[in-house]
């Protein structure tokens, strides 16, 4: 019996790995700056940090952590395999730093009124991950 590749399909999923080190140390700490000098490719600081100055009125600020994490992100998901598109799903809890830095990087562009940026970003969350779409509000 012959097998056959669905070329249909697309690309498969991408699946960072786990930073064991750096996720619980970001569980622990109560200072996401502490834990992104520490582990400075660790997505999920940058968005911690995001998250925080956004909600502290700070756009500008936000827009910059989320751009680190978004570009550290994209650095792993290459070394992972991503060929610059494909589902990059949720539920794989190391993949949420990056979908959260790109959130956290639409949001802050709106915000500085980069409604071109914010769009894409949007768009690129979407294509990447419904599941993260409606588990961050977007």
């Given at each position: 019996?012959?097998?056959?590749?669905?070329?249909?399909?697309?690309?498969?999923?991408?699946?960072?790995?786990?930073?064991?080190?750096?996720?619980?140390?970001?569980?622990?700490?109560?200072?996401?700056?502490?834990?992104?000098?520490?582990?400075?490719?660790?997505?999920?600081?940058?968005?911690?940090?995001?998250?925080?100055?956004?909600?502290?009125?700070?756009?500008?600020?936000?827009y910059?952590?989320?751009?680190?994490?978004?570009?550290?992100?994209?650095?792993?998901?290459?070394?992972?395999?991503?060929?610059?598109?494909?589902?990059i799903?949720?539920?794989?809890?190391?993949?949420?730093?990056?979908?959260?830095?790109?959130?956290?990087?639409?949001?802050?562009?709106?915000?500085?009124?980069?409604?071109?940026?914010?769009?894409?970003?949007?768009?690129?969350?979407?294509?990447?991950?419904?599941?993260?779409?409606?588990?961050?509000?977007?």
């Amino acid at each position: 019996m012959e097998s056959h590749e669905n070329l249909l399909a697309g690309p498969p999923p991408t699946h960072l790995p786990d930073t064991p080190e750096a996720r619980e140390a970001l569980e622990q700490s109560d200072k996401a700056s502490d834990v992104a000098a520490r582990f400075p490719s660790y997505s999920a600081a940058w968005a911690a940090l995001a998250d925080e100055y956004f909600a502290g009125g700070h756009a500008v600020t936000s827009y910059a952590f989320a751009r680190t994490g978004y570009h550290r992100g994209l650095d792993q998901l290459r070394r992972a395999g991503w060929k610059g598109h494909g589902p990059i799903p949720w539920d794989h809890e190391p993949n949420r730093g990056f979908l959260r830095c790109l959130f956290a990087l639409a949001r802050a562009a709106q915000a500085i009124g980069e409604k071109d940026e914010a769009e894409r970003c949007m768009q690129f969350l979407r294509d990447s991950s419904p599941e993260a779409v409606a588990e961050l509000g977007g």
